[in-house]
């Protein structure tokens, strides 16, 4: 079974924190992604990567970066996190390729205060 | 930019049959994903359609039209753990996803 964990299931940090999301998978996936979830807006992708130190911006990344040192670890950072960045934050990895289907980790809910 | 619609809110009887439709407006198309997502879990993978017609998996089912840009997902003998969120994802172009805003699914006894 594809395992997509994440750091944290919830994080609660202040308003200019640095705040740091890790996701890793054991499935050797090429893909990996991060989204954010809001009641409505169903999920954005923020930044994607397909390999190693390789990445592209999805829909919404300001506000956010992201580091894929290692193949199977890929981590999303605020770095100054804001009161509209509270959100539900999910990663997901796939094999390279269209179509590929993406597994998701649980989720982290962050709320900046 | 991609446009994948779907119905907010379904509700239904426990045994009973509901269809989430989904339209889709997107630049290019390399299939449909239909996830379900309890609250506060994961979005779990339902279903790939990449041609036309309709794909059986037990009780759940899925259906494409790529001409008509719309799918439906068809959920039969509704059982109460089916209350959940039901997204509709397409592939347009390269790896990403575009996701429709979801639609949650109430089921009553």
């Known amino acids: 079974d594809v395992k997509v964990t994440q750091s944290s299931r919830y994080l609660v940090k202040r308003t200019g924190e640095k705040v740091f999301l890790e996701c890793v998978q054991d499935?050797?996936?090429?893909?990996m992604f991060w989204y954010r979830q809001d009641p409505g807006l169903g999920l954005r992708l923020i930044y994607f990567?397909?390999?190693?130190?390789?990445?592209e911006k999805g829909d919404i990344p300001e506000g956010y970066s992201v580091s894929r040192e290692k193949k199977e670890r890929f981590s999303l950072i605020l770095e100054s996190a804001s009161t509209n960045q509270t959100s539900m934050y999910l990663c997901?990895?796939?094999?390279?390729?269209?179509?590929?289907?993406?597994?998701f980790g649980p989720g982290t809910r962050l709320l900046v205060l | 930019g991609q446009n994948i619609d779907q119905p907010t809110e379904m509700t239904a009887t426990e045994g009973a049959i509901v269809q989430i439709n989904c339209t889709y407006q997107?630049?290019?198309?390399?299939?449909l994903f239909w996830y379900q997502q309890h609250a506060g879990e994961a979005p779990t993978f339902l279903s790939y359609?990449?041609?036309?017609g309709l794909e059986e998996k037990g009780r759940f089912s899925s259906f494409l039209s790529r001409s008509k840009g719309y799918s439906y997902l068809l959920l039969k003998e509704l059982q109460m753990k089916d209350s959940a969120s039901y997204l509709c994802?397409?592939?347009?172009?390269?790896?990403?996803?575009?996701f429709g805003a979801g639609t949650t699914v109430t089921v009553r006894a």
């Open positions: 997901a990895s796939s094999f390279l390729g269209k179509g590929e289907t993406q597994y």
């Open positions: 499935m050797d996936h090429e893909n």
């Open positions: 990567s397909y390999d190693v130190k390789m990445k």
């Open positions: 997107t630049s290019g198309f390399n299939g």
């Open positions: 359609n990449v041609l036309d």
């Open positions: 994802a397409v592939n347009p172009n390269d790896y990403k996803l575009s």
